[in-house]
């Protein structure tokens, strides 16, 4: 009579793992883009408004900074947004004294520039803006930071691809301070 140990007994093969379910996005990414800009803009808000401007008109001052003299309309171009949005920011920072007016190249034409006042407002509002970004760096740590860049570089970069638009990189003066 044969004997079969414990050895011999053949062990029954494990059952061939079913694949994990398909993770799929829940919720609405337009929400959560919203809502995250939203949270991120009020950190920002609340450092910058520390000199007396919202974070918008800081980005205009660099923009004009950088650009000038530039035409509202190639202004508006760049920043990506319209020109009667652009008009009504501009009126502000003109009254304020931190950008001029000035005749362009024909009777129609005119060109934005930024004032000596302006390029103080600009750099007392870019040490703000820098603030809020070491906070920020700070509170999700500078790797996270670094690889939410990298996503948003990345996705902005295929839709403007798959839409058929050009760069953007030129909309953020603010990122090298």
Request: with cysteine; charged share 25%; net charge positive.
């Amino acid at each position: 009579m044969n004997r079969m140990t414990s050895r011999s007994i053949p062990e029954p093969s494990a059952p061939p793992q079913a694949a994990a379910p398909a993770v799929r996005p829940q919720g609405c990414t337009n929400f959560k883009l919203h809502h995250l800009a939203r949270r991120v803009g009020q950190h920002y808000d609340a450092e910058v408004r520390k000199t007396g401007l919202k974070t918008s008109q800081y980005s205009l001052l660099s923009h004009v900074e950088r650009l000038a003299p530039v035409r509202p309309v190639d202004l508006a171009a760049a920043m990506g947004m319209t020109a009667s949005t652009l008009s009504r920011n501009l009126q502000v920072l003109v009254a304020d004294g931190f950008l001029e007016l000035d005749a362009g190249p024909d009777a129609r034409s005119r060109l934005v520039r930024i004032t000596p006042a302006g390029r103080a407002k600009r750099a007392e509002a870019q040490r703000h803006w820098k603030a809020a970004q070491l906070a920020l760096n700070e509170r999700l740590g500078e790797a996270r930071v670094l690889e939410l860049h990298a996503l948003l570089d990345d996705t902005l970069a295929q839709m403007a691809a798959t839409q058929g638009e050009g760069d953007d990189a030129s909309a953020s003066p603010d990122e090298a301070p």
